[in-house]
């Protein structure tokens, strides 16, 4: 049914108006990193401003402190992106192909691994790295956000994995293609945008993490979510420095969006339609 004009207007003014909501805590930010220090919280508000990159320049150039905790949080995001994809592949297509015993069981304590708070494991994970002494280095951060990465992996993997009809890969294994085989040759090239939006989820995972990096790093390897935090000082609050870092970390997760936004509609429509 046709919607008369009237309809139409108050059904754009309505999107226009969560698109606001959502819109203007993000935009406000970006003024609040662009703006004097000065003018953050002057009354009443200032809102023409002549827009500087002070702020950047501090945090990020000279003397540069968030500088190196931004290495670090693309060095412990990917590399525990690239350590999760091996062992939940594996996993999922396991769950996926081979008739298991306890396959419910072990998806529904995976499932509660993903749903569990974070700080629930800092304690034991603290004294297993502290005996293993690999606090404050990256593969401590690595390894332990596999407990959020692999969980939330195997879940949408396996998702992929159910949609690939299982006929192909017995057409293959008739004609002598082991398992091994017809991962590599069938059901990964078939699932390639399922993997990929995988690892961008898994990415955004490890790169918003902030309980374990802000327990098991140090000053040299710190992320940049802990160094954010190094603004809040007793002597006061400097916002535009908060600003300036929060921006920063918002772009690559929104750069990998952008670049793989194709990926994203081909998985989330994978299996839409089926032969």
Aim: glycine share 4%; charged share 10%.
């Amino acid at each position: 049914m046709a919607l008369k004009p009237y309809q139409k207007l108050l059904v754009y003014a309505s999107w226009a108006a969560v698109l606001l909501f959502f819109l203007t805590p993000i935009v406000w930010f970006w003024a609040l990193a662009l703006r004097p220090q000065a003018t953050a919280f002057a009354m009443p508000p200032v809102f023409w401003f002549r827009p500087q990159l002070d702020a950047f320049y501090y945090t990020f150039v000279d003397p540069g402190i968030n500088a190196p905790q931004l290495r670090n949080s693309i060095l412990v995001s990917t590399g525990a992106t690239l350590l999760n994809l091996p062992f939940a592949l594996a996993a999922a297509y396991a769950l996926a192909r081979f008739p298991l015993r306890g396959k419910r069981f072990f998806l529904l304590w995976y499932l509660s691994l993903l749903m569990a708070p974070p700080v629930v494991y800092l304690i034991p994970y603290f004294i297993l790295m502290s005996r293993l002494h690999l606090t404050g280095s990256y593969l401590s951060m690595v390894l332990i956000l596999q407990t959020l990465t692999i969980p939330m992996s195997i879940w949408l993997l396996k998702s992929f994995i159910d949609e690939v009809p299982v006929e192909l890969e017995e057409a293959a294994a008739v004609d002598g293609a082991g398992w091994f085989v017809r991962l590599t040759q069938i059901t990964l090239p078939l699932t390639l945008p399922g993997i990929v939006v995988t690892s961008m989820f898994a990415f955004v995972f490890s790169w918003n993490n902030v309980v374990f990096p802000l327990v098991l790093s140090n000053q040299a390897t710190m992320t940049l979510p802990v160094g954010t935090m190094n603004y809040f000082a007793t002597a006061g609050i400097t916002w535009n420095y908060i600003a300036a870092t929060s921006v920063m970390a918002m772009l690559p997760p929104m750069a990998i969006f952008l670049l793989l936004g194709r990926y994203i509609v081909r998985g989330l429509t994978f299996g839409a339609v089926k032969g």
